[in-house]
């Protein structure tokens, strides 16, 4: 591997300064020969990070689904008599379109791959374009929730519905963060081909929260 | 910041210190060490405010509704004497602060940041920015639960376990903003943990020096990186159960109100999935500290390696499938509960693996009775004991018996006190020579070790005693028991014993302070020790070592090896001979 990996930090660094130090990736190994050397990482750390990131996310979640399906199971009617229906037309093609979102922003990464600058930062704003549709069809569907009457505090109905939908909803606004940032990141020139790791992250974030969804709509609007 | 005149090799710290100034350097740093020590100070001063909390329980048990010396100024009303609702938040308080702000800042976030990128040989972890935001988080976090003594209603007083509906429903405590600020304050903790967790894991897998594969990083970096990957599973789980509780409490959702149709028990369900996972949390750093340093000062290798690795892979497994032991009670199935008996059974097989493996390490060995190695000794014998009454507790039916005594109280004190407080005085004694860059002083360590050991099993051994006798955690005057009077000698014995070991705690923080300034400078590895962060001047400066990253080419527990004539053989020291290295 080339030596520049055990080379000293660059001059301009000082202690505790304020850019970080360039800490490079080595994923210490032995080498071919089985002397000691660095080991290209399997994966850049900013997209390892986001899939632990992930993970953790992902038991979130899954305490969210669990304690609701758990309620669920043992009410003995649901949704419980004079609550509102759910509506499941309306959210269905939300969910589409948050699903069409995630394939745009496929389209974003493999257009980072082909260094078409322009492309990335169109589809990374559709990608964001479709995520906030989604949100927004998402508060009308609230606002009109809460005219009929269903509110957190209307019981376990109401209580679990604002819960999860309310939970993924934050995590869809986070993304969109994270997605501005890695905008701005790919238009100031931060990201490209050769350093695609910041947007990689962002697009595996974004395809969790996008993943994430079908489940909970499946949980809480179909079962 | 235009300074352009800088030179690099680390020789820039004179001109740097003045440009950077106090915040950046003792602040709002981001070099993994300093924010070490910022975790170890958050810890420590906690775990004063936890100690006294314990020590203001113990009196009411011993000398029920007297007054406790020294609160007459802050329990005006009462001129000193514990109300049922401020026992209650004591001992709910004492228990949160010992395990979120003292046990997890200490072995996770300060050991985690000070030994992972020094023992692997990175110059700092994956993500600086974010580990600093990682302590900020958590020290807000630890802010917010202190505000929580002063808000009115007192400090939550539900139990740590803050068990449903008691913690949901605000007029079963009465305690209002006390409550809301802990699942506050616990939500806020998770993010910062993590934050943490997810630049151990990261640095641990890419950011290795060379050489250093997976099977020859130090057992601690093991234990670390299997806490890391713990902490992001498990504390999200404790996260969403603190967030439906809020919300219950404040925005009157029923999660766990069986009034709107929610489920009580859930909230059991949710605590113990993190909380057995929570368990190995505080322990497995600690048994990495010992897999550390007993091998240091036996002068010998550590015995079965990969058998201690894998052995606490395993334990991770395993701790996901045990937590139904902490509801043996709560009416569940009975076949289900003989599988969380078997499965709890089984997960003592690692942690004995574990025991004998230390027990073989200082089989034969040259032991050297140095501070830390008393400290980690006494982890292993603590630990040892804990670990057995946590098998008597495993079986149901003896568990029916004991469930909510002192037992229970005895068993996690054996654990978390003797084994993860004696792990974190053992590492504060084995690495402050490099984190401080001075030594600290033996003898106030030996008066600090010694009577700790002594008054620590004076005052939680009897608590088995009086536990089988039937005495029930968290009742506010056992006296109010016919049952339990005829050994109430017990409680004021074991409260004698818990002030004296308060008080041996002096000589610690005496030793802590003078060393950190008055100490004999400490040379580069004191302890011939074999592992990388010896090899980085003490203390190491920022990027932690010169020009280049130490090499590493075999396993760190290379004591008497016969191809070396010193009793040790570093990690970083290349072979005499060309060829092959070692594995
Ligand atoms: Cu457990």
Redesign the interface.
Known sequence: MSPTLLEAPPAGVRANGRTPPPARPTGGGDDHEGEPGPRRPVMANAQLATMFVIAAETMFFAGLIFSFLILRVGAAVWPPPLQPRLPLGMTAVNTLVLLASSAVMVRAVRALGAGDRAAVLARLGGAAGLGALFLTVQGFEWARLIRFGLTVSSGAYGATFYTLIGAHAAHVGFALTWLAVAWILAARGRVDARQPAALKACAMYWHFVVALWPVIWVSVYLV | ?S??T?????H??H???H??GFV??YIF???HK?IARQFLFLGLFMMILGGLLALVVRWQLAWPETAVPGLGGILKETSGILEPSTYNMAFTMHATIMIFFVIMPILAGCFGNFCIPLM??????????LNMLSIWTTASAGVIMLVGFFVPGGHAAAGWTSYAPLSAVPSYTGTNWGQNIWCISLFIMGIGS?MG???Y??TV?????????LFRMPLVVWSLFITAILL??????L???V??LL??RT?????FRPS????PL?WQ??FW?FGHPEVYILILPAMGIASEILPVFARKPIFGYHAMAFSMIGIAFLSWIVYGHHMFVSGMNPALGMAFTVTTMIIAVPSAIKTFNWLGTLWGGSIRFTVPMLNALAFVSMFVIGGLSGIFMASTPVDIFIQDTYFIVAHIHYVVFGGSIFGAFAAIYYWFPKMFGRMTNPLLGHLHFWPTFVFFNLTFFPMHIIGVGGQMRRIYNPMQYEFLQHQQHWNVFITVSALCLGVAQIPFVINFFWSLFAGQKAPLNPWNANTLEWSAPSPP???NW????P???RGPYEYNAPESREDFLPQWQAPVRAG??RH
Do not use: C
Not at chain 2, 6 to 10: E, L, M, V
Not at chain 2, 251 to 255: M, P, Q
Not at chain 2, 546 to 549: E, F, V
């Open positions: 910041m300074s352009t800088a030179t690099a090799h680390g820039a710290t001109a740097g210190h440009e950077l950046q350097t740093s981001r070099d300093m692997l040989g990175a110059r700092d972890m994956a993500f600086p920015v993590m967790s997810i630049n894991v990261t897998i890419n950011m290795r020096a060379p050489g250093m594969k992001l599973l498990a504390m999200p789980v996260t969403s159960g967030a439906m919300f219950d925005l009157g959702t029923s999660w709107g149709g929610g489920e859930l369900h949710l999935y400066p920022h990027l010169g020009a280049t990253l090499t590493v080419y092959a290295p």
